[in-house]
C-alpha cells in the first residue's frame, strides 16, 4: 500500500538493568544494586512482579522477534527497525513501552516515581535519540497524580515524547475521574494525548478488577475482556466532563479489544443518555458525538475481513474514518501487520486512518506523496 | 380523525376550572371536542402539552414538573427557574413546556398547547400547538 504509516502502539521493553543504572543511587542502594553487580535484581524489581495472573501457554510475544542477544521481545530497536519499520516503510511508531505500564501497581509512591523517570529517561536516551521515527510516551505513576503532572512538564518541551500513556489504575475509579483531574490538565496544558492501553486494570497491585465481576484465572478470559476496562475508561472520560473541561483533550485507547464493539455500545450510551442527563448536565453533547471529537482507537486487534461486515458497516455510519488510528502491536503474539490490516479497511478510511488522524493528533509532519 | 392530519380550529376550549388543578401536579383532562391534553398549573398560569410521550408513548401527566438544569463545568448544577420541564416516567426523557423540545433530540417534540383562564376557566387553544405523532418512531 503507497500510504505513509504511523503505527500507533508499538512495545518497546525498557530493560530493568538500564533502569536501575538511571536510577538515584539511594534507589539503587534501597533496590540491593548498590554494588552495581545487580545481582538480587530478580527478588527486588523495579517492576511490579506477579502482575499477570494467568498464563499464556504460548507467551507473549512474536517468537520471531526475539532479539539473538537473547533479551525480551521489543529491547533492540534495531530488530524492530529491521522487522517493522524498514519492510512496512513505517513514518513512525509510538512507543508505547512494556512492563513499563504498570508502574501505577507499586506499592510505594516515591520508589514509583523514581521508577517513573528512570523509565522516560532511558526511553529519550536509547530510543528517541537512535531514530526519529521512534515517537515516545511518557510512562507515568499515578499514584499520586499530582506528582504525575509534574513528570508530564518535566518532558513536554521535548517534541519526540508525543503523549502520556497508562494502564494501570490504583486509585479504584477510571481514568476520567476528577482524582485524575491533575494528569488531565497537565495533559491539556501540554498538547499529549491521553492514551490508556489495556489490560493493566486489575494486575497485582491496582485497585480495580479486570473485569467487571471479579479478576480471571485465565488467560483467554483476560485478554478476551480486555474491553471491559476499556468502556469503563471511556465513560468515565465523557460523563465526569473531562471534555468538556478540556475540549481539546485527546483519549487514544490502545489494543482496546477489537474495534466491533463500538457502535452498539455508543447507540446504548447516547439512548440512555436522553433520560440521564439530569445527573450530569455539564455534558452538552451525546456520548457518540464526544467519541468522534475527543476519542482516537488504535486498530490491533482488528477482527474483520472486508468492509462489508455487518460490523464494519456500523463503524461506517458511525464516521470511524475519523476515530480509528492504525497499530501493529509489535512485537506481541497477536500482532497486526501494517500492509493486512490497511487492505482489508474500506477504501475511504485507509488515507486517514494509516497516517492522517494520528499526524493530526500527535502533530507529526508526514510527507504525503503527490 | 387522525391526530397527524388534523387541523382543528384555534378557538380556545373551555377545559376545567383552574381551582381544580394542583399546583406543579399534572392532570389529564379530556376536552369537549374529545382529545386529551395533559395541564399542570403554575400559580395563576396553566401550561397544557401532550399527554403522550413520543419517545415510547409514556403517560406525561404522570410525569414530574422540574425546572431545567444549568451547568457551566463539571459538579457544577443550577436550577433554571425560566425553563419548565416535563420529565416522562417512562425512561425520563424531557421537554420543555415552552417550546415542546427534548432537549437531545429535536426530532421528538410534544405539542404545548397556548391558555389562558377567563372567568375561573381554564382554555385551550387547543389548535394552536402543533401535534404529537400519534405513533412514537422509536430513534436513537
Known sequence: ????????????????????????????????????????????????????????????????????????????????????????????VILTGGDGLYMSALTNPYFAAEVTRAVNDVRKDRWLAVDPRFKGSISLAVQVPEWAAEEIRRLADNPAFVQICLSTNPHAHPFGHPVYDAIHRACAETGRPFAVHSLGDGIAGSNASHTASGNPSLYSEYHGGAVQGMMSHVMSFMFHGVFERYPDLKLVILEPGGVGWIAPFLHRLDANFKGLHREVPWCKRMPSDYFRRNIRVATQPYDHERPSEPLVEALDALGAEDFLVFSSDYPHWDTDSPTRTLSVLPKHWRDKVAHRNAAEMFSLDIPVPA | MDAQTAHPAPEPIGACRLDELEEGRPRCIRLPNGRQVALVRAGASVRAFSMRCPHRGGPLYKGRICYGLRSDSPGDMTLDESRMVINCPWHNWEFSLCSGESKFDPAKRIAVYPTDVVDGVVRVHYGAGRPTPRTPVVQS
Request: proline residues 10%; hydrophobic residues 40%.
Open chain 1, 1 to 92: 500500500l503507497p500510504l505513509p504509516i504511523v503505527d500507533c502502539d508499538v512495545h518497546e521493553e525498557i530493560l530493568e538493568t538500564d533502569v536501575v543504572e538511571y536510577l538515584p543511587r539511594a534507589w539503587r542502594d534501597f533496590l540491593g544494586a548498590g554494588d552495581a553487580t545487580l545481582r538480587h535484581i530478580n527478588t527486588n524489581s523495579v517492576y511490579p512482579r506477579g502482575a499477570m495472573y494467568s498464563i499464556n501457554p504460548f507467551g507473549y510475544y512474536r517468537k520471531d522477534a526475539l532479539p539473538a542477544d537473547g533479551g525480551p521481545a521489543g529491547s533492540s530497536p534495531e530488530l524492530m527497525l529491521e522487522q517493522l519499520i524498514e519492510p512496512f516503510s513505517v513514518d513512525a
